[in-house]
């Protein structure tokens, strides 16, 4: 499975951006995909993430303000982000969980600038 992250960008503090993460083939019916973030000098760590059936998890630091959701039909997730804080600037990484098997994928990461 390969994963192909875009929506990346340089935005003013209070702006949105959406990310997209599509996959290239059909996945397990039966899997997670999430978003991961890591700023310069710092580790990477979870965002947000949804299961196959629509289940979601967020971070403290994004909850209310950050949107994930899928499309199953069309192997692709995304990361709707509003109000966002130059705290937010990082590099964004889709993840995939196939969990039959535990196996991580992950996509080249796509940078977040958020200015103030």
């Known amino acids: 499975v390969q994963l192909q992250a875009s929506g990346g960008g340089l935005v003013q503090a209070g702006g949105s951006l959406r990310l997209t993460c599509a996959a290239s083939t059909r996945l397990f019916s039966i899997n997670v995909m999430g978003w991961y973030r890591q700023a310069p000098g710092k580790q990477r760590d979870l965002v947000a993430s949804i299961t196959s059936g629509g289940s979601t998890n967020y971070s403290d630091s994004v909850k209310d303000r950050f949107t994930i959701s899928r499309d199953n039909t069309k192997n692709t997730a995304y990361l709707q982000m509003n109000s966002l804080k130059p705290e937010d600037t990082a590099v964004y990484y889709c993840?995939?969980?196939?969990?039959?098997?535990?196996?991580?994928?992950w996509g080249k990461g796509t940078l977040v600038t958020v200015s103030s």
């Open positions: 993840n995939h969980v196939d969990l039959r098997s535990g196996t991580h994928y």
